[in-house]
């Protein structure tokens, strides 16, 4: 007898679906069904994508810029990351040392399956954005967590990275501002990671600044490269226009990085996706050179979001929330109510039970911190409006007020 072939590939045994995807789904799902559901799972700005913007996407339709491009970006889009690079980071990239692609997630992914063989080790802190372990372990390699503390803003330090690195390691990953706890690496924090890293040449850096410009209460951004710019030729720098300029739906990323890793991630591209869309790469090209002054506006809406949301948070029973520096998330901490049970007499033992309970009895969709590797806290999106922020916060203290 034959046996029945597995249609489905082993590797995909080691991913999950995208967990905050999955939430922002659900809630969908929910209102469609009718039931009085706030979500705040959703890793995007409720903001529009500005007016310049759309319509250089328009006039890009209209000129007939609707064939294919060169895989690797429009030199006219690649010049404009070019530029925006030595403008707002102080870093110098040659155009063979840039790539656009479909979202900053392809081009983690590229990199990651460009540059990993078997048993490479990654160097992941935590909590981190849902998606880096799956990647790694797609890529055949290994994800080694570095836990960040709360007491410490969730961010860790060198000597944390010194502890992990092996002889293994060919990568380490840095998300400032963070997705999910918004916290965000000082100059000084940079610096001290990127001497540690300059005495070992084999490793790499990632930077993640996806969040760059959504930044609150006088900080300043920086990323690594432009911190200890001997790193440059040893690292990542990845962005996009998905969260500065509400363009998610878009579906550009960017990175500026080493000749013969973004040649492979160009050839790797070649021949899954091709080229990101014409017209989305004129759009981004507006977005980059164009004016920034609703960025102020915006981030100025997020932090009165923000700091509502926290000091709601901060008065409800057993709930404990940090404040931010950047990006549009709050990671608070839920390890008051562990052990405390509902109405119904089900104990809360983690960040699942408490994100299932409170879409279950107040009707709040919110992602569970066990998603982002730490436990037990869960993570709210303040990327959408005051009043239903306000509700939200209101369920929540209900929520913990029926606890026992």
């Known amino acids: 007898m034959i046996d029945k072939v597995n249609l489905i590939a082993e590797r995909m045994s080691l991913i999950k679906p995208s967990p905050t995807m999955a939430v922002s789904k659900l809630a969908a799902e929910l209102k469609a069904a009718g039931k009085d559901v706030i979500g705040l799972g959703a890793g995007e700005p409720d903001f529009d994508t500005p007016e310049h913007i759309k319509l250089a996407a328009i006039k890009a339709i209209q000129e007939g810029q609707t064939k294919y491009t060169a895989v690797d970006g429009t030199p006219a889009l690649k010049q404009a990351v070019v530029n925006k690079f030595q403008r707002d980071n102080n870093i110098k990239y040659n155009l063979d040392e840039i790539i656009v692609s479909v979202g900053g997630k392809q081009v983690l992914f590229n ?90 040449e084999n490793i790499f850096i990632m930077s993640d600044d996806i969040y760059e410009k959504i930044i609150y209460d006088n900080n300043k951004f920086y990323t690594i490269a432009e911190v200890v710019p001997e790193l440059k030729n040893r690292t990542l720098t990845v962005n996009g226009v998905s969260k500065a300029y509400a363009m998610t739906g878009w579906r550009i990323g960017y990175a500026g990085g080493p000749k013969e890793l973004i040649k492979a991630m160009a050839k790797l591209q070649s021949q899954s996706t091709s080229n990101p869309s014409s017209i989305s790469q004129a759009a981004a090209l507006a977005a980059l050179e164009g004016p920034e002054d609703f960025l102020k506006e915006r981030n100025t809406k997020f932090k009165i979001r923000r700091d509502m949301v926290v000091e709601m948070l901060n008065n409800c029973e057993g709930i404990t929330c940090l404040k931010p520096t950047g990006a549009f998330y709050v990671y608070p901490t839920c390890s008051g109510l562990i052990g405390k049970k509902t109405n119904s007499g089900e104990v809360i033992n983690n960040s699942i039970d408490f994100s299932s309970y409170l879409l279950e009895s107040q009707g709040v969709a919110v992602v569970p911190g066990s998603a982002f590797g730490a436990d037990p806290f869960f993570r709210i999106s303040y990327a959408t409006s005051d009043a239903l922020l306000e509700e939200a916060c209101n369920r929540i203290k209900k929520a913990c007020d029926q606890l026992s």
């Open 111 to 200: 990199a990651l399956l460009s540059s990993i063989n078997p048993g490479d080790e990654v160097i992941i802190p935590s909590p981190y954005w849902v998606s880096y372990p799956d990647m790694v372990a797609l890529a055949g390699g290994i994800p080694v967590i570095v836990n960040g503390t709360e007491e410490n803003n969730f961010k860790i330090i060198a000597e944390d990275i010194k502890n992990k690195i092996t002889t293994k390691t060919k990568w380490v990953i840095i998300n400032s501002p963070s997705n999910p706890t918004g916290s965000s690496y000082t100059k000084e924090e940079l610096k001290s990671i990127g001497e540690l890293l300059l005495s070992y």
